[in-house]
C-alpha cells in the first residue's frame, strides 16, 4: 500500500512570501499519476496541478508543481490572501483505485 | 461547462437508509467515472469507490467495501452512494467527482477534474 506523506502540517505565512509544500510517497510512484488539491474552507476540493507538473485550466502561473519517484512539490510563488486553504496531494495507484495525503494547511498572516 | 451538482444535506437517524447524488451536466456522462470522496469533519479527503456509468462498473476502497453501495441512473446523468443502516460513524461531508478529463491523447493522468459541491449526512439520534 503506497502512502503519501504530506508536510508541514501546518504553515503560516505572509502575502509575496514563497510557499514549498512537500509530498513524499512511501514508494517510487508514476509521475503522470500525482495530483495536488486546493480545498478553501467552505468549500470542495479544486483541481490545481495533475500530471505532477501540468497546471489545471484557470489555475494562476504562481502555482508549480514538480518531482518524481518519491518526492513532489507544490510551489507557490508569491503567496496571495486568497490562496489559504488546505493542500492535498493525491495518488492513482492502479486498478482505479486512489490515496490522498493527509493535507497541509496554509495560512496567511 | 461541465457541473456535478449533488443532492442537499441529510439528517438521520442511525439504523435509517439514505441514497445521495450526483447529477452530471455539460459533458457525456456515460463516457467518464464518477467517484465519491468522503471527508470527515475537520479531516482530510478519503477516496470511497468509482462507477464507470456506461456499464456500472464499480470499485470500492477496501475500507468502504460492504459499508456503502454506489449505482448510476444514464437515463437522468446521475450516481448514487446508499447506505442500508446508517451509523454516526458516517457523518462527514461527500463529494462526487469526475476524472480523466484532462486525456491529452496518449496519457491518462487520473486526477479528479471535476468536484460535485458536497452533500453534509449528519447521522443523529
Known amino acids: 500500500e503506497i502512502v503519501l506523506t504530506q508536510s508541514p502540517g501546518t504553515l503560516s505565512l505572509s502575502p509575496g512570501e514563497r510557499v514549498t509544500l512537500s509530498c513524499r510517497a512511501s514508494?517510487?510512484?508514476?509521475?503522470?499519476?500525482l495530483t495536488w488539491y486546493q480545498q478553501k474552507p467552505g468549500q470542495a476540493p479544486r483541481l490545481l496541478i495533475y500530471?505532477?507538473?501540468r497546471r489545471a485550466t484557470g489555475v494562476p502561473d504562481r502555482f508549480s508543481g514538480s518531482g518524481s519517484g518519491t518526492d513532489f512539490t507544490l510551489t507557490i510563488s508569491r503567496l496571495e490572501p486568497e490562496d489559504s486553504g488546505v493542500y492535498y496531494c493525491?495518488?492513482?495507484?492502479?486498478?482505479?483505485?486512489?490515496?490522498f495525503g493527509q493535507g497541509t494547511k496554509v495560512d496567511i498572516k | 461547462e461541465v457541473q456535478l451538482l449533488q443532492s442537499g444535506a441529510e439528517v438521520k437517524q442511525p439504523g435509517e437508509s439514505l441514497k445521495i447524488s450526483c447529477k452530471g451536466s455539460?459533458?457525456?456522462?456515460?463516457?467518464?467515472?464518477i467517484a465519491w470522496v468522503r471527508q470527515l469533519p475537520g479531516k482530510g479527503l478519503e477516496w470511497v469507490g468509482i462507477?464507470?456509468?456506461?456499464?456500472?462498473?464499480?470499485r470500492y476502497s477496501p475500507s468502504f467495501q460492504g459499508q456503502v453501495t454506489i449505482s448510476v441512473d444514464t437515463s437522468i446523468n446521475t450516481a448514487y452512494l446508499q447506505w442500508s443502516s446508517l451509523k454516526a460513524s458516517d457523518t462527514a461531508m461527500y463529494y462526487c467527482?469526475?476524472?480523466?478529463?484532462?486525456?491529452?491523447?496518449?496519457?491518462?493522468?487520473?486526477?479528479?477534474?471535476?468536484w460535485g459541491q458536497g452533500t453534509l449526512v449528519t447521522v443523529s439520534s
Open positions: 467527482a469526475s476524472p480523466g478529463h484532462n486525456y491529452d491523447g496518449s496519457n491518462f493522468y487520473h486526477s479528479f477534474d471535476y
Open positions: 514508494q517510487s510512484v508514476r509521475s503522470n499519476y
Open positions: 500530471g505532477a507538473s
Open positions: 462507477i464507470f456509468p456506461a456499464d456500472s462498473d464499480t
Open positions: 455539460g459533458y457525456s456522462f456515460s463516457n467518464y467515472w
Open positions: 493525491q495518488h492513482y495507484v492502479a486498478s482505479l483505485t486512489w490515496t
